[in-house]
Nanobody, 124 residues
């Protein structure tokens, strides 16, 4: 089993940056794909980024390509999401997810485990 705790959210102006962190506990973290999803008010949860358990493969939603970077440090049981050039439409609750499945599968359906989420607000 994997437990996930997100941090790093906050309020930022358009064009600013934030770095989200997902701290994981559990023996299967190092072999789990990781990902980030987000949910804006009144909208469904949507995929943002995913990374394979080795870190060698990453995927991004078209809306964040070139602005967001996902990474992981298996030695520290941590996954990161660096968000640059933030836009108001990036506002939402960001959730970390993990699963013993390929990252492309996690990107479409999410993982087996989810964190509680961290709020990101981008002001115009």
């Amino acid at each position: 089993q994997v437990q996930l705790v997100e941090s790093g959210g906050g309020l930022v102006q358009t064009g600013g940056s934030l770095r989200l962190s997902c701290a994981a506990s559990g023996r299967t973290f190092s072999t789990s794909s990781m990902g980030w999803f987000r949910q804006a008010p009144g909208k469904e949860r949507e995929f943002v980024a995913a990374i394979s358990w080795t870190g060698g493969s990453t995927r991004y939603a078209d809306s964040v390509k070139g602005r967001f970077t996902i990474s992981r440090d298996n030695a520290k049981n941590t996954a990161l999401l660096q968000m640059n050039s933030l836009k108001p439409e990036d506002t939402g609750i960001y959730f970390c997810t993990a699963g013993l499945r390929p990252s492309y599968v996690l990107a479409s359906s999410g993982g087996d485990y989810w964190g509680q989420g961290t709020q990101v607000t981008v002001s115009s």
